[in-house]
């Protein structure tokens, strides 16, 4: 489902108002019983797991329907990155915590910064070990957490909901996209408040969970592959990946130095010795030293080109551009 009503000029004049958290409740498919789990807790511990398991199986042919939709706002994120905005998730209890989770392992995966890909969960950071669920059923806490980013047009910012209904973030999408930000959501019921609230609404409808209404279950699970589709999808097509390497990787610690160090052995058929020279010449940087092996420069010129292809590996190899 994609929307395409333009946004309101202030969130106050909007005619949308988040769900009130007692309507409808049991209405929603992620809050009704799952036939498959009948009768649950008399099962063995075999029966419990290959019950889940079954359920989880369904998960992925959910996420493929929305295929389309997942596609818009990967391109869209990587427009507002390319831009120099931001994306911005936003979500509560299990969804903020898969936000939270994507957001956190981008600057090590593709070296950005904290501030490119960032998250905001209701009831702060101290909700992610330490439920705060009730702060969830507050609009002015919304609007409040995001108007602290101060959204603009050049942002992404994405809601996440497996109901599509919670308060907290439906207000926070509309209030982000009444200041000229683009918005998506990520939710697992179609219809829903927070659908109509973004331009583009990815639903990935997974069914009744195991146990009803624990969406931290399936619901989740197809978050968090979604999450992972569109920032990996996004940095991919910011050219931060070359073939399927992860070329931006952060080498901070052991193992993401050798990480890099056997990216570079693969994408340029050379030694570890080789490679480990390259890097240390490169100042550590893979993006520089595959640039280097790959268009035979040095690292001045490698910097350069990688500086005028905005990063992009691809792009700053196959550069033809003479330097006056």
């Given at each position: 489902?994609?929307?395409?009503?333009p946004?309101q000029?202030?969130?106050?004049?909007?005619?949308?108002?988040?769900?009130?958290?007692?309507?409808?409740?049991?209405?929603?498919?992620?809050?009704?019983?799952?036939?498959?789990?009948?009768?649950?807790?008399t099962?063995?511990?075999?029966?419990?797991?290959?019950?889940?398991?079954?359920?989880?199986?369904?998960?992925?042919?959910?996420?493929?329907?929305?295929l389309?939709?997942?596609?818009?706002?990967?391109?869209?994120?990587?427009?507002?990155?390319?831009?120099?905005?931001?994306?911005?998730?936003?979500?509560?209890?299990?969804?903020?915590?898969?936000?939270?989770?994507?957001?956190?392992?981008?600057?090590?995966?593709?070296?950005?910064?904290?501030?490119?890909?960032?998250?905001?969960?209701?009831?702060?950071?101290?909700?992610?070990?330490?439920?705060?669920?009730?702060?969830?059923?507050?609009?002015?806490?919304?609007?409040?957490?995001?108007?602290?980013?101060?959204?603009?047009?050049?942002?992404?910012?994405?809601?996440?909901?497996?109901?599509?209904?919670?308060?907290?973030?439906?207000?926070?999408?509309?209030?982000?996209?009444?200041?000229?930000?683009?918005?998506a959501?990520?939710?697992?019921?179609?219809?829903?408040?927070?659908?109509?609230?973004?331009?583009i609404?990815?639903?990935?409808?997974?069914?009744?969970?195991?146990?009803?209404?624990?969406?931290?279950?399936?619901?989740?699970?197809?978050?968090?592959?979604?999450?992972?589709?569109?920032?990996?999808?996004?940095?991919?097509?910011?050219?931060?990946?070359?073939?399927?390497?992860?070329?931006?990787v952060?080498?901070?610690?052991?193992?993401?130095?050798?990480?890099?160090?056997?990216?570079?052995?693969?994408?340029?058929?050379?030694?570890?010795?080789?490679?480990?020279?390259?890097?240390?010449?490169?100042?550590?940087?893979?993006?520089?030293?595959?640039?280097?092996?790959?268009?035979?420069v040095?690292?001045?010129?490698?910097?350069?080109?990688?500086?005028?292809?905005?990063?992009?590996?691809?792009?700053?190899?196959?550069?033809?551009?003479?330097?006056?």
């Amino acid at each position: 489902m994609v929307t395409m009503t333009p946004p309101q000029a202030d969130i106050k004049s909007s005619n949308h108002r988040p769900a009130n958290p007692a309507t409808n409740l049991h209405d929603l498919m992620t809050e009704s019983p799952n036939d498959a789990s009948q009768g649950f807790d008399t099962k063995s511990a075999l029966e419990i797991a290959r019950i889940i398991n079954h359920e989880d199986s369904k998960v992925a042919a959910a996420v493929k329907k929305a295929l389309p939709e997942i596609a818009l706002v990967i391109d869209s994120v990587a427009r507002s990155l390319r831009e120099g905005g931001r994306l911005i998730y936003i979500g509560a209890g299990s969804s903020g915590r898969i936000a939270s989770l994507d957001a956190c392992e981008c600057p090590p995966y593709f070296s950005t910064t904290p501030q490119t890909v960032q998250y905001i969960m209701a009831g702060g950071p101290k909700a992610l070990a330490s439920p705060v669920e009730v702060n969830e059923d507050s609009e002015e806490l919304g609007q409040r957490d995001i108007a602290r980013r101060r959204p603009t047009r050049k942002d992404m910012i994405i809601g996440l909901s497996a109901s599509g209904r919670t308060p907290y973030v439906v207000a926070a999408i509309a209030y982000a996209r009444a200041r000229g930000a683009k918005t998506a959501c990520i939710t697992c019921n179609h219809d829903t408040p927070l659908a109509a609230a973004a331009d583009i609404a990815i639903v990935a409808d997974v069914g009744p969970e195991v146990i009803s209404g624990s969406t931290r279950m399936k619901a989740a699970t197809a978050q968090k592959m979604i999450t992972n589709m569109i920032t990996t999808g996004a940095m991919t097509r910011l050219g931060y990946v070359y073939e399927n390497l992860m070329v931006n990787v952060h080498m901070q610690n052991s193992k993401l130095v050798e990480r890099g160090i056997g990216i570079l052995m693969r994408a340029c058929h050379i030694g570890r010795d080789k490679a480990v020279d390259v890097i240390k010449s490169a100042g550590r940087s893979v993006p520089v030293a595959l640039v280097m092996l790959k268009a035979g420069v040095d690292k001045p010129e490698a910097v350069r080109r990688l500086a005028r292809s905005d990063g992009n590996v691809r792009l700053a190899i196959e550069d033809t551009t003479m330097d006056l």
